[in-house]
T-cell receptor, first 111, second 114 residues
């Protein structure tokens, strides 16, 4: 079992709709969770970080964490064509500096 | 977010030569820096983790004598690809992290070995 799993996609969502990206992780000791966006040919850019169970909202983005289910998700409201990118989920535990990345989900917003 | 500057953004070198890539955290002190490699349409592959003032920890399968990492200060880490060959052509990305908080990425370096 991979440590951090994401559906590779591609995920296609109409412009203006909600895009839902999911991530599961295997290490129950994980404490920190991050979502990165990576455009083709560019380096990843931090979108959201979340550390406790529940929802965290920032503009059009909402991260959701459920540690009991070992599940973290990212919702993008009012999707825009500029949101088309690969979204990477990353996880680390408290005692480890290293981030473990999923393979990423490719999201396409259809105008 | 915090700023991590990576230089150069693009480099072409001849086979057998060495290339140095710099990674600087501009507005925070990075306790840990990471170096990744990414081939086209593939995910990030962690090469090594470095802490200021200590030797880097390399991931399995990464040759430490070929990929030299120096983390001389809390704001600067360098990766030197020694005796580069065409198969080393890739997108190299650094990341900096402070105190187990968010990690921020540099812009990446596209290395082409001819």
């Amino acid at each position: 079992q991979k440590e951090v799993e994401q559906n590779s996609g591609p995920l296609s969502v109409p412009e203006g709709a909600i895009a839902s990206l999911n991530c599961t992780y295997s290490d129950r000791g994980s404490q920190s969770f991050f979502w990165y966006r990576q455009y083709s040919g560019k380096s990843p850019e931090l979108i959201m970080s979340i550390y406790s169970n529940g929802d965290k909202e920032d503009g059009r983005f909402t991260a959701q964490l459920n540690k009991a289910s070992q599940y973290v998700s990212l919702l993008i409201r009012d999707s825009q064509p500029s949101d088309s990118a690969t979204y990477l989920c990353a996880v680390s535990n408290f005692g480890n500096e290293k981030l473990t990345f999923g393979t990423g989900t490719r999201l396409t917003i259809i105008p | 977010g915090a700023v991590v500057s990576q230089h150069p953004s693009r480099v072409i070198c001849k086979s057998g030569t060495s290339v140095k890539i710099e990674c600087r955290s501009l507005d925070f002190q990075a306790t840990t820096m990471f170096w990744y490699r990414q081939f086209p349409k593939q995910s990030l592959m962690l090469m090594a983790t470095s802490n200021e003032g200590s030797k880097a920890t390399y991931e399995q399968g990464v040759e430490k004598d070929k990929f030299l990492i120096n983390h001389a200060s809390l704001t600067l880490s360098t990766l030197t690809v020694t005796s580069a060959h065409p198969e080393d052509s890739s997108f190299y990305i650094c990341s900096a992290r402070a105190n187990r908080l968010e990690a921020f990425f540099g812009q990446g370096t596209r290395l082409t070995v001819v």
